[in-house]
């Protein structure tokens, strides 16, 4: 499955390197990164259909995690990624906003990769 993750945080990167190790080794999961919304839409248009799941941080300076979930979802609607959205900040709000615009699942930091490892088994299925 090849997962594109969107935050602006440069060590977001070894971080989900380091912690799905063994998914990666046995090309079980493949991972992407971008640092920015602008980013992971450069790559989707250079990868339109390979990308199977997004996860997006939602506070990103320039176009934040929400802006780019509603054109992922007006431009991409075939095959749609699934999008699940990550933040800090897990208020109603923020929630919301995503769920309104399309989001598949709302995730807060820090991250609980037992809990996203589990939802990525279940998206195996």
């Known amino acids: 499955m090849k997962i594109l ?4 945080e440069q060590d977001v990167q070894p971080l989900f ?3 799905f190790r063994k998914e990666i080794k046995t090309h079980e999961l493949d991972f992407d990164f971008a640092l920015s ?3 992971a839409l450069e ?14 941080d939602i506070n990103m ?9 509603s054109k992922i979802r007006h431009d991409y609607s075939a095959p749609p990624p699934v999008v699940m959205m990550i933040t800090a900040y897990g208020d109603e709000e923020n929630h919301r906003q995503a769920m309104e615009r399309g989001a598949n699942d709302f995730l807060t930091k820090p991250l609980d990769f037992n809990l996203l490892k589990d ?3 279940h998206l195996a299925e």
């Open 5 to 8: 993750v969107v935050d602006d």
């Open 17 to 19: 390197q380091q912690r």
């Open 37 to 39: 919304g602008e980013e």
């Open 43 to 56: 790559y989707l248009e250079k990868h339109p259909s390979e990308v199977v799941l997004i996860l997006s």
């Open 61 to 69: 300076p320039g176009m934040s995690g929400l802006e780019l979930l």
């Open 119 to 121: 939802k990525l088994k």
